[in-house]
């Protein structure tokens, strides 16, 4: 279930929509993957950043993006955000990334580093790398930035609260301390939250929370159930752009 209640911590006042832009993979889509859509090709990643930068758009992490959300700055800004921590996007998108002089956040499941997406791995029909501490210290260098995505990724409003509270607590405090840099922002895994959920972020000391509810950030929002924009590997690179020019409508 997904809710949005403005008790539940900071409200979002940006003084013109924000966009946040959800990846996964970046790579081709191997012949078995069952949900191809979740790869987009790193050509067309590119053609994605090269979209934003000519129409005057900056990319930018989530801590880069934090004052335009608040409504401290106005600029053409979209926060980019990649799910799950695969290895392809520290192969492919980092390379994009660092071309453009563009940051970004990537949600790392925090008891799965170096290994693969058990979670979903026999629903897609593939295991996909993730980053290891190597990987991930890489990204951090070249000024990404990374969050949390819970400890296993589970549906955190289907289980029960203590090991709800635990997924988003100790993933914080174990990505701190392995990775050796502050943690502040959440991704719910699936999108999945209810109240109880978004409260245990913000009690946890995180900063914002990102859902799967589709739209650009208005004013008024709960910086703990924040939309974003996915992009599926399915859809062109014109549609893209077409989507992105009605943003300065």
């Known amino acids: ?5 403005h008790s539940h911590g900071a409200i979002a006042t940006p003084l013109q929509p924000v966009p946040i832009l959800t990846y996964h993979n970046i790579g081709i889509a191997p012949q078995s993957a069952s949900h191809r859509g979740l790869y987009l090709d790193p050509g067309k990643f590119r053609l994605h950043l090269q979209v934003l930068a000519q129409l005057g758009y900056r990319g930018v992490s989530m801590e880069d993006g934090l004052p335009y959300l608040r409504g401290e ?3 053409r800004v979209a926060i980019i955000t990649f799910d799950d921590g695969y290895f392809d996007n520290l192969e492919f998108a ?9 940051s970004a956040t990537c949600y790392m499941v925090a008891d799965r580093i170096g290994e693969y997406n058990a979670w979903d791995s026999e629903l897609l029909g593939v295991r996909k790398p993730l980053m290891d501490l190597a990987g991930i210290r890489e990204w951090i260098a070249a000024g990404m930035r990374i969050g949390s995505h819970s400890l296993s990724h589970p549906h955190l409003s289907r289980i029960e609260r203590s090991q709800m509270r635990h997924e988003v607590v ?4 174990e990505l701190e301390q392995r990775v050796g840099v502050p943690v502040e922002h ?11 959920c978004l409260a245990a972020t913000q009690s946890a000391g995180y900063v914002t929370a990102v859902t799967t509810r589709r739209g ?3 004013s ?4 703990f159930a924040l939309p974003r924009i996915g992009n599926s590997g ?14 300065g409508l």
């Open 216 to 218: 650009r950030v208005h």
């Open 220 to 223: 008024g929002q709960s910086l």
């Open 186 to 196: 959440f991704c719910f895994p699936y999108g999945d939250h209810d109240d109880a």
């Open 94 to 102: 980092l390379p994009a990334l660092r071309d453009f002089g563009f």
């Open 170 to 173: 100790e993933s914080k405090t």
């Open 73 to 75: 700055k106005k600029s």
């Open 1 to 5: 279930m997904q809710t949005e209640r």
């Open 234 to 247: 399915k859809r062109s690179a014109l549609l893209f752009q077409a989507r992105t020019l009605l943003w």
